[in-house]
């Protein structure tokens, strides 16, 4: 029973980091409350992936069709703020992904980009 219950453990993908699927193959990885960002990957759990919004994500919010998100590391840090369309494909490529991906934006252009797209999301902070 020892073994089965380990086994099981040891098999489960992801026992060091915790990871929410966010649509189109992106990812929020938090591996700590200080190493969070968001990630793209074609597989779950994989750990990592190809960085789009860098650590660390302190908020953000989605739905089926965006994805925001403010990042920035340390109090002092200036913040950065990102807007990711989702595309329509099923497994979009990492070039779909970045074409659609707005950001290093500061406070004053992400409002502007949330108007002109008629985004009507609210950043959540991460607990």
């Not at 650590?55 to 925001?68: G, L, P, Q, R, S």
């Not at 369309?85 to 950001?103: A, R, S, V």
């Not at 252009?109 to 008629?118: C, G, M, S, T, Y």
Request: charged share 30%; hydrophobic share 35%.
């Amino acid at each position: 029973m020892i073994i089965f219950g380990l086994s099981i453990l040891i098999s489960s993908c992801c026992i060091t980091i915790k990871e929410k699927n966010i649509g189109n193959n992106l990812y929020l990885s938090e591996y700590d409350n200080v190493d969070r960002r968001i990630f793209y990957s074609m597989e779950k759990c994989s750990g990592g992936g190809i960085e789009i919004v860098p650590m660390t994500v302190t908020e953000y919010a989605y739905d089926e069709n965006w994805i925001i998100a403010k990042s920035g590391a340390g109090n002092n840090s200036k913040h950065q703020y990102w807007i990711i369309k989702k595309t329509d494909k099923k497994d979009p490529t990492i070039e779909d992904i970045k074409l659609n991906t707005f950001g290093q934006l500061d406070f004053k252009e992400f409002k502007k980009k949330l108007n002109e797209n008629r985004i009507c999301l609210t950043l959540k902070r991460i607990e």
